[in-house]
C-alpha cells in the first residue's frame, strides 16, 4: 500500500489495474484506444483516484502510454517492439531458469509438474470441444502463464522475476488476441505444448542448458507465431 493510501483505495486500484490489465492483453482495448477516465468509471463503476493509479502503473509496465496532450492511451504495437521483448525475454529467462534449476528444491519440482497436468488437462477440454465456453480460454492462459512463472519459481532473484513477469505481459498483448480468433486446433496446437513438456522433463532432469536451449526455441517460435499470423500485417502491426 503507497503512504496515504487507505485499504479500501489500495483495493480499488487492484482491481482497476487488474480489469484494465485484462482487457489490454486480451486486446479487448486495441493499440493507441484512449484511456478516458469518464469511459473507464462507468465501465467498472470505479471512481478516478484509483484509475489514475492503475494506469499509473501500467504505464510503468509499457502497456499504456501518456502525454500531457493526449492523456492515457493503450500503447502502440509493432513487428520491432514485439521482437525487441521476445529478445530481452530470452535474456533474462534464460538466465532465471539456470539459476531456477540451480536453487529449485522439491517442492518446486511438485509446482512445476501440478501446473503442466492442470495446462494439459485444459488443453484436452478445449481441443475436445468442451472448452466452448468463453472463459476457457482465459483458464487457459491463466495455467500457461502459470506454468511458465514455476518454471523460474526457483530463482532467487527477485528482479529477474518482476523482469520476467513484465517481459511476458509484453508478448502476450500480441499473442493472446490471435488465439482469442484461432480454432481449438490451433490454441491447443501440439508443438507448443510438447516444448512445454520438454522443457519440464529438462528442468527435473537438472539439465539447465537443455533446459534453456529449449526455453530460448521455444519463445522464438513464439515470435514467429506472431510474425506470420494476420496481425502482423501492416494494417495491424504499425511496422517500425
Known amino acids: 500500500m503507497e503512504p496515504g493510501q487507505t485499504?479500501?483505495?489500495?483495493?480499488?486500484?487492484?482491481?482497476?489495474?487488474?480489469?484494465?490489465r485484462g482487457e489490454i492483453l486480451s486486446?479487448?482495448?486495441?493499440?493507441?484506444?484512449?484511456?478516458?477516465?469518464?469511459?473507464?468509471r462507468e465501465r467498472y463503476g470505479i471512481s478516478f483516484s484509483p484509475l489514475?493509479?492503475?494506469?499509473?502503473q501500467l504505464q510503468v509496465e509499457r502497456l499504456v502510454s501518456a502525454t500531457s496532450k493526449r492523456g492515457f492511451r493503450v500503447a502502440p504495437v509493432s513487428l520491432?517492439?514485439?521482437?525487441?521483448?521476445i529478445n530481452t525475454r530470452i535474456l533474462i529467462e534464460t538466465e532465471a531458469l539456470r539459476l531456477s534449476v540451480q536453487h529449485g528444491d522439491d517442492l518446486w519440482e511438485g509446482n512445476i509438474v501440478s501446473s503442466f497436468h492442470a495446462l494439459d488437462k485444459c488443453r484436452e477440454r478445449i481441443i475436445s470441444g468442451n472448452g466452448s465456453d468463453p472463459s476457457a480460454l482465459e483458464v487457459l492462459e491463466h495455467?500457461?502463464?502459470?506454468?511458465?512463472?514455476?518454471l523460474l519459481a526457483g530463482c532467487p532473484s527477485v528482479l529477474l522475476l518482476e523482469l520476467s513477469a513484465t517481459l511476458y505481459a509484453q508478448t502476450e498483448r500480441y499473442r493472446r488476441p490471435l488465439l482469442s480468433k484461432a480454432s481449438p486446433e490451433t490454441v491447443g496446437a501440439k508443438g507448443p505444448h510438447e516444448d512445454h513438456r520438454a522443457m519440464m522433463a529438462a528442468v527435473l532432469a537438472r539439465d539447465s542448458k537443455k533446459a534453456v536451449e529449449l526455453l530460448r526455441q521455444h519463445l522464438t517460435a513464439t515470435g514467429r507465431f506472431i510474425q506470420a499470423s494476420g496481425a502482423a500485417r501492416e494494417k495491424d502491426l504499425a511496422v517500425a
Do not use: C, I
Not at 485499504?7 to 484494465?20: D, H, T, W
Not at 520491432?80 to 521483448?85: G, I, T
Not at 495455467?143 to 514455476?150: A, K, T
Open 143 to 150: 495455467r500457461h502463464q502459470h506454468f511458465h512463472s514455476m
Open 27 to 40: 486486446g479487448t482495448f486495441g493499440p493507441d484506444m484512449p484511456l478516458r477516465l469518464e469511459f473507464l
Open 52 to 56: 489514475r493509479e492503475a494506469l499509473n
Open 7 to 20: 485499504e479500501e483505495s489500495s483495493s480499488l486500484s487492484r482491481v482497476a489495474y487488474q480489469k484494465l
Open 80 to 85: 520491432a517492439e514485439m521482437w525487441d521483448a
